[in-house]
């Protein structure tokens, strides 16, 4: 086991990534994870969870990497997977971070297949709204999926490079998924991080898409701002977050409202809330199993909210809004929410963007954030 602090910045560190390691990183820090000592896979977020700090312990290697499912329910077969590598580079940018060269160029689809398709998501939407009123739910997270076919090998690690390069201040992520893809994304949404006895979690809950006309764009985000749905859809996030970390927390700070903020395709509300851990032997993947699904990505309550998003849903969703990240042997970490992500086969890939649905969502609407979502991959990949 080997672990790098050579002198590499963030850019550096981002750019030796290649298909089959692990990068989670933004231009002021990167944690690049290469090979495999152990790896721990388990459906039981919080079995794994314990399993990978008995591991952490008894073999001396300083961390673990890997990916939550979204499904963590108690039928779910899909595992959470992590890694405990051969080698870990971790870089820090001092000042102004630099940013990644580029964009590179990448091959056009030969081939692409909406799931489902415009007027199947409004469908989707309009029962969504039904269940929400018969089942008694107050959200449920809706996505789509957006499949594309390539001649040769999906080249993962330029549009590796193209997400850091275009969303310097998010996560940009790639991990290696049980069964041989690889997910890859930008997210800006931090599920959880745990430094110490300091405990800090971003939910982004409410969003509206950028435009290219500024005067447009700045009305787009005050309307978000001012809008009572958005609001209420953040609100839920924020009610389910303080209450699952509370039993954890001897001190939580939650700001009484969201503010504005915004990645190139699109702007959301965010809280940011910080608190004081109880218990040191409580992990950040401990506290990742106990707050994953928020709200945000599956509904509320959860149970029930994650029984209508398969119903309704054509497609499995694997790792796409599950959670991807790091921790280490002194249980600190950081986990952020799998979204504005795909899945890359060999010569497939899979695109994936979702929205709260509450009461007052209109299908339109909630159609045309999907579009924004699949903006941060697309982006990336050249295509509109
Ligand atoms: C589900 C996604 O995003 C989530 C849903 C949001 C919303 O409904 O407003 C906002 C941010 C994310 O928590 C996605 O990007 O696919």
Redesign the pocket.
């Known amino acids: 086991m080997t672990t790098s602090t050579a002198p590499a910045t963030p850019v550096e560190t981002t750019v030796r990534y290649q298909r089959g390691d692990f990068l989670f990183a933004t231009a002021r820090r990167a944690l690049l994870a290469q090979g495999s000592v152990a790896a721990v896979t388990d459906t039981d977020p919080r079995r794994l969870a314990r399993t990978v700090a008995e591991e952490l312990t008894s073999s001396g290697v300083p961390l673990a990497v890997g990916v939550l499912p979204f499904d963590t329910g108690p039928d779910t077969t899909t595992p959470g997977h992590l890694v405990l590598p051969r080698t870990v580079h971790r870089a820090q940018a001092e000042g102004e971070p630099a940013v990644v060269s580029g964009p590179e160029d990448l091959p056009a689809p030969t081939a692409t297949r909406e799931v489902p398709s415009e007027e199947g998501h409004k469908a989707n939407v309009r029962a969504a709204v039904a269940a929400l009123h018969d089942r008694d739910l107050r959200k449920a ?1 809706l ?1 789509r999926a957006l499949e594309l076919e390539f001649e040769a090998s999906v080249p993962v690690e330029k549009i590796v490079r193209n997400l850091a390069r275009g969303n310097p201040r998010h996560f940009t992520y790639a991990a290696e998924l049980p069964g041989g893809r690889t997910l890859v994304g930008a ?3 931090l599920l959880l991080s745990r430094a110490g006895d300091s405990v800090f979690t971003t ?5 509206m898409p950028r435009s290219a006309d500024p005067a447009t764009d700045r009305a787009h985000g005050e309307a978000l701002l001012a809008s009572a749905k ?1 609001q209420e ?2 609100a839920v ?1 924020i009610d389910y977050v303080v209450e699952a970390l509370r039993p954890f927390c001897r001190k939580l700070d939650v700001p009484a409202a969201p503010e504005l903020v915004s990645t190139p395709a ?1 702007w ?2 965010r809280t940011a809330i910080t608190g004081e851990l109880t218990d040191r032997d409580v992990t950040a993947l401990d506290l990742a199993a106990a707050l994953h699904p ?1 709200p ?2 599956c509904g509320t309550p959860t149970a029930a909210a994650r029984d209508l998003v398969q119903e309704l849903e054509p497609f499995d969703r694997g790792y ?2 599950g959670s991807v990240g790091w921790v280490d042997a002194l249980g600190d970490g950081e986990w952020a ?1 799998a ?2 992500c795909a899945e890359i086969a060999d010569t497939s890939m899979r695109l ?5 649905i509450v009461p007052a969502s209109d299908p339109q609407a909630e159609f045309d ?2 579009i924004a ?1 699949f903006r941060t991959l697309l982006g990336a990949m050249g295509l509109d």
């Open positions: 997270v996505a997210t800006p949404e939910p982004h809950a409410g969003s958005d859809e953040h996030v699109i959301h509300l928020t945000a990505i796409y809004a929410v979204i504005r994936y963007a979702g929205g709260g954030e999907t979502k």
